[in-house]
């Protein structure tokens, strides 16, 4: 080959990096501008295609409740929560959270795993980390299986985030008071490693303390007629305290199963931005009425 096919080949290829990086930072723009169209604003579509138009690194927290194991009728819809991860995963910036309320359905008396399976998943293949498995203690009744099993009385709430650890977090929203604040008790100290125990101590309680994995919630549907419009809510304290403990003010929070709205109007009563995505379009529409309501 002689030397002035060499140099056109080198110029070819130099032009086609030109233009794939342009391309990309074409895309890129693309996204940056659909962004800032779209915050405060509910979109209606599969949230898996939906993100794609969205840039990578934007979101400060997510907040979801996926449908799950058919439990609840959702419009006859379904998703696929490995390509939803992928895309939530990508659009978080490094240290970002993601909260998932989940559960498993029973079938021929066993459960589904689709809980474990789903973090499992996250995890070993899209990247995330997993910060904590929170448990979302609630009251109900006992259920179709009452008779031949325990009354299901929770949900898991993994807690992922992505990077080196979370870019945020304020527990201090999130404390309880302490059974005996302000008391002065006194107790033994700390276990060695040999089984023996530091002395006694004493020591002020103080007036509240650090809530622990366990959270207690009442009322799914809040009283609120809206909500029940929707076939599975949570409680909107779920993202109030998320939202108060890993964004910080003035971020951007993502529901991409935004259902009735309960993330969105409390990202928006705590001072954040929020974009919702639901594949139904009632429910797009729900939660525009409630941001109308209550905001």
């Not at 799950?68 to 895309?87: A, C, P, Q, T, V």
């Not at 490094?94 to 809980?115: H, R, W």
Request: charged letters at 25%; aromatic letters at 10%; a positive charge.
């Amino acid at each position: 080959m002689n030397r002035y096919k060499i140099e056109i080949i080198l110029k070819l290829r130099d032009n086609l990096k030109i233009e794939g990086q342009t391309m990309k930072i074409d895309i890129e723009q693309q996204r940056e501008q659909f962004l800032s169209q779209n915050i405060d604003n509910f979109l209606c579509g599969d949230s898996a295609e939906v993100l794609k138009q969205f840039p990578s690194n934007s979101f400060d927290l997510v907040v979801t409740s996926p449908p799950y194991d058919g439990i609840r009728d959702y419009n006859g819809f379904s998703m696929d929560l490995h390509k939803i991860g992928e895309e939530i995963f990508r659009v978080l910036k490094p240290g970002g959270v993601a909260v998932m309320v989940i559960q498993d359905s029973t079938k021929n008396f066993a459960k589904t795993l689709t809980s474990f399976h789903t973090i499992i998943d996250w995890c070993d293949n899209i990247g995330f980390k997993l910060f904590e498995t929170v448990i979302y203690r609630k009251n109900g009744t006992e259920g179709a299986w009452w008779k031949h099993r325990f009354r299901v009385d929770h949900e898991y709430m993994p807690i992922f985030f992505k990077g080196g650890k979370p870019q945020y977090f304020d527990k201090e929203p999130l404390k309880i008071p302490s059974k005996h604040g302000g008391a002065i008790m006194s107790g033994s100290g700390n276990r060695r490693t040999d089984g023996t125990t530091t002395g006694t101590i004493k020591r002020m309680i103080n007036a509240t303390k650090c809530r622990g994995t366990i959270w207690d919630y009442l009322m799914a549907g809040d009283k609120n007629p809206l909500k029940r419009k929707h076939p599975a809510v949570f409680p909107d304290r779920i993202p109030y305290d998320f939202i108060q403990c890993f964004c910080p003010p003035g971020g951007l929070v993502l529901d991409p199963f935004v259902g009735c709205g309960s993330t969105a109007v409390m990202a928006k009563k705590l001072g954040r931005s929020f974009v919702g995505i639901d594949i139904s379009q009632e429910y797009c529409d729900l939660a525009r009425q409630r941001i109308k309501e209550e905001i």
